[in-house]
């Protein structure tokens, strides 16, 4: 039969199991998908119910007007070029346009009438099906059991609504159906509906329940178990556009400022850097481990007369943190230069490069922040100085405003512990409150809070020419001064615990012994700056699958 | 005492060991440095002979009357701005300038007369110091006697050599030493040249062999060894470049066609895409492991709606392979997406990413690629097409070229086999006689030698929608159209021996169950096309610190 083409599957009302209370697929179990697969009896039933429906359909079909107009996509449609929903203008009205989108929502309305909510990368138009020569009966109800999630091609003329469609992004017009095919089909059942992770879950909330309005409430872990059709939302659409433009604004910088992008390795044959952190790897018959960052081996690019370079990277840490702030592998942005006279030359380099950033965020993306606040309002715009320069304050400065708020630490405290996070953020609070802006930088940390190659303050050595970045009080950044002199960089790592004779050190070690330039950098989260720029209340929601000491799916 | 600043160390020529025959640093061997650091007697002589040194020194430099114009950089020198080697210009002729550089070599001519090359990011220029008020003799001397390798500041006045000096890059100008100063002392036994690693070593040759010229010869494997000297040279330089471009031209040309860039985990939970050639991790209280590929996360990236995506990522393979290509971390250009009407699309698309690439690398990096021509010039050029289009062929049409040069495949090993690395590399040349290009794509390969998610050929399903591409015979990258049909996937992995139901395979078969696009992409290897564009005969020597099976370090 020349029918093999046309659309024989069972339609998605015929063969779906009622549910318990008669709702609809928004109230699936997350199991359904398992459970149903490997119920082979029910399997089995639905398959000869199918095959007599089929036959059933077979014999409407021959008096069917439309049959050429809907169904599995026929090879001879397979040339149509198709418009973005993005480019959708007025200037469409009544004429004809070909799109490819997901089904949000189908429902039929009458025999006569459907609609189906399509989506592409989160964005919704209407599009509606009426009886009207050629259109079928038949071709109607195809069209309103569409299965949701699954990607149609739609071919019809764009009209003007009468009123706005609130529920569409395009509000403002909708498309008259007259060709609906299909490009991938997805299953009736789904773990969860792509438009009820639009809504972020209400704090202490939990699987099952529902929000003030009724709808699904679902939780960020099951988001995640189900990330490919939780990436499909506006929200985390927009949200990868962000991270997406972090990298690249990183790299824009990096390049003009004539850095060099270097890739160092991953797999390293001892954990130098402080050990017990640090994944270990079977490396052959031996054993290796999983750098906690490019630190050291960007240093030896320096070494190496590369002179300025940048690494973007992941970053593993084996640190058992559950926490909304840690992962144990995240995108680390790197950077590494030699300076001439003073480390502030790197320091106002980097301020520099974060104002560039986050600058350049809110005037490339600012339709994708948008979107985001919509379901993140609370943190509210992110401010940056308003005369393009970094705010500077020294450590000691952070510890004077928050004695000022009544958050003391004795003169011991201050040079040997660092910030708790919960002082951080009221750090961060005041210095909102006091300069306007949520960006800002913290110099000459107290030395004992920092790593063996931190070069000490020549004037109190008790302080170090390091700095740490924040915004929204988070940390986000952490940097120095590097210590160049071989003699200088033993002691510390004695000063510190740590064995200069210690093989594992012995190339970096060398490097300083043939000669080093002074240098200094810093190191990036960058799925912190995308969480604390747009006020996300978890660092998973800005990584595209996040690994933590739980998670290692999907 | 006020002189503490001046130069009180020992001079090189006063302490260093006499070598076995009279020879210089040149013969020292790369262990010396461990066995002097162990050798504490001779040390705490050594230490007592520069005491003795120091006070003669110090009654000499009573009457030294340029004791403030050398030695450890003064705090009130540090403000000279320095000019680039590649910013001097004859404009320059007559003219004060002060640069940072390393000392590339040191020579006392005379008690009146020392020569320095300086050498700064792989280039040289020449200085020289000459006894005139208010240079003193012991100046002369300190100059001379600078350890190799060491980082100064030399305040000098350009001047125009009588014959152009060929040794150095700059050879048209030298520079008349006034000051000279101490940044970062290298030691005096340096475990190799760097001016010995800037030739390539003959092939076959071993290590303390000389070359043709009398020169030692240093083997790719202490230079490896001894990775951050032998980023020094000009030549490595000159390299890193080229790998910096080629990274920042595949991420222009991607954000520039509207991708997304994505960081997808390199830990994951389960070895499903081959196996066995899968490092291992621990990863809490479980295993975990390292991603050979971000393939099937980059398509689940597809399937949730990201329609165009990249990464720039390590790979990491737990091959034992020990070739001059194969290593077990190197850096992989992903990329993925959306067609509409045939792969070919996205075919193109690729195609003209490599053009782009290449073509631009010879535009942006012409000065960088000549002097790696120096070094390696058996190669040639790189031949890109005339028109600026890549060359594709299919698979078979490689089969008759082959066939064509005396190479035969049987019917069954065509469909069953791929070309063995000498066919490419007979293809290779074949190629590049008959259609004067060293880059070329071929499409169509055998769906039996291609892994499991690639989308066999509808017009016959021995062949596939597959392509590599090629450079110089040698294989660059791989990619395909992928199945996107759930049923299909599960029945090619059964045809492949794969089980569908295994539980890692879970999160990246449901994308497909939850309706995906049809798409394309491909993954490059960024160190390859290093290595093929300039001809190295080496991954290793495209890679900033390699990795294999036997090496771990530096």
């Known amino acids: 039969m020349a029918d093999s083409e046309l659309p024989h599957r069972p339609k998605p009302e015929e063969t779906k199991e009622a549910p318990a209370e008669g709702g609809d697929s928004k109230n699936a179990s997350k199991n359904a998908l398992k459970k149903a697969a490997k119920d082979k009896a029910k399997a089995e039933k639905a398959a000869a119910r199918a095959a007599q429906e089929k036959a059933q359909a077979a014999a409407q079909d021959a008096n069917d007007t439309a049959k050429h107009l809907y169904g599995p996509i026929p090879p001879t449609e397979d040339v149509l070029p198709s418009i973005r929903f993005a480019d959708l203008t007025d200037d469409h009205y009544e004429k004809e346009v070909t799109v490819v989108a997901r089904v949000d929502n189908a429902r039929v309305q ?29 071709m109607i109800k195809y069209t309103g059991g569409l299965n949701v999630n699954s990607i149609i091609q739609v071919t019809g003329i764009v009209k003007k609504p009468e009123i706005p469609i609130s529920s569409a992004s395009l509000s403002h017009l909708e498309i008259h159906i007259r060709k609906v095919y299909m490009i991938s089909e997805a299953q009736q059942m789904l773990p969860m509906q792509v438009k009820d992770a639009e809504r972020p879950p209400p704090e202490g909330s939990e699987e099952g329940q529902v929000d003030a309005e009724g709808a699904p409430i679902v939780t960020l872990k099951t988001r995640l178990d189900n990330r490919v059709l939780d990436l499909q939302t506006e929200t985390s659409q927009a949200i990868t556009w962000i991270s997406s433009g972090v990298s690249e604004l990183f790299a824009e910088y990096m390049i003009k400022s004539g850095s060099r992008w270097i890739f160092t390795p991953k797999m390293v044959g001892a954990a130098t850097e402080g050990g017990s952190n640090v994944f270990e790897i079977k490396y052959f018959k031996r054993n290796a481990f999983l750098a906690q960052s490019p630190q050291l081996y960007k240093q030896m690019c320096i070494a190496g007369d590369m002179d300025n370079v940048f690494e973007i990277a992941p970053v593993f840490r084996a640190e058992d943190s559950n926490t909304h702030r840690h992962l144990t592998e995240f995108s680390g942005l790197d950077f590494e230069k030699t300076f001439r006279h003073h480390y502030h030359e790197v320091l106002e380099f980097a301020e520099d490069l974060l104002v560039f950033i986050l600058s350049q965020l809110k005037e490339r993306y600012a339709d994708k922040i948008a979107i985001i606040q919509k379901s993140y309002p609370k943190a509210g715009d992110f401010k940056l100085p308003k005369d393009g320069k970094a705010l500077r304050l020294n450590y000691m400065d952070g510890v004077a405003l928050l004695k000022e708020a009544g958050v003391d630490m004795s003169e011991q405290e201050r040079f040997e512990n660092d910030f708790s996070t919960a002082m951080e953020k009221q750090l961060g609070l ?53 210590i160049h002199d071989i003699k200088e960089l033993e002691e510390s790592m004695r000063a510190k615990g740590l064995d200069p004779q210690h093989e594992g050190f012995d190339d970096y070690l060398n490097a300083f012994r043939q000669g080093c330039s002074p240098h200094a950098g810093g190191g990036l989260g960058l799925n912190r700056i995308v969480m604390f720029f747009l006020g996300l209340p978890n660092v998973r929601l800005a990584t595209l699958f996040p690994r933590d000491p739980q998670r290692l799916r999907p």
Chains 1, 2 share one sequence.
């Open 110 to 138: 009458s025999a006569k009438l459907a609609f189906l909510m399509l989506r592409q990368q989160g964005q919704k138009v209407q599009a509606v099906i009426a009886a009207a020569e050629p259109i079928s009966r038949q």
């Open 430 to 482: 005041i210095i909102r409150e006091k300069y306007d802006t949520d960006f800002y930088v913290l110099d000459k940390f107290p030395m004992a809070v920092r790593p063996f190659y931190t070069k000490a303050d020549p004037q109190d050595p008790r302080l170090s020419n390091s700095y740490d970045f924040f915004m929204r009080g988070e940390e986000i950044m952490s940097g120095a001064q590097r």
